[in-house]
């Protein structure tokens, strides 16, 4: 059975830090992508960013990018998003996902990923 746990949500101040992770498990780790999304109230989930677990390739969206890093530790099937300078439009539910590699699209960081995990509430008060 495919699980992808995240966690390490919460709330925190504007200009302050978070590290989420996902702990995945049921399928060949090294095989997949791990991508994390968000979805704000009332709005469309999106993608934020995403990571190659064979070889490490990184992809960002532009809204987080230079404040944001993703991070795999292939030993512990786990990846991590680190979020540093956070803002309050980076509040929403954080979910991590996973993909084939042989997909070719997890790059695009698109809302099609096969495997979904549940979210993680990141709350950044002003």
């Known amino acids: 059975e495919v699980q992808l746990q995240a966690s390490g949500g919460g709330l925190v101040q504007a200009g302050g830090s978070l590290r989420l992770s996902c702990a995945a498990s049921g399928f060949t780790f090294d095989d997949y992508a791990i991508g994390w999304f968000r979805q704000a109230p009332g709005k469309e989930r999106e993608g934020v960013s995403c990571?190659?677990?064979?070889?490490?390739?990184?992809y960002y969206a532009d809204s987080v990018k230079g404040r944001f890093t993703i991070s795999s530790d292939n030993a512990k099937n786990t990846v991590y998003l680190q979020m540093n300078s956070l803002k309050p439009e980076d509040t929403a539910v954080y979910y991590c996902?996973?993909?084939?590699?042989?997909?070719?699209?997890?790059?695009?960081?698109?809302?099609?990923?096969?495997?979904w995990g549940q979210g993680t509430l990141v709350t950044v008060s002003s």
């Open positions: 996902a996973a993909d084939p590699l042989n997909s070719g699209s997890y790059r695009d960081l698109r809302d099609e990923y096969d495997y």
């Open positions: 990571i190659s677990s064979s070889d490490g390739s990184t």
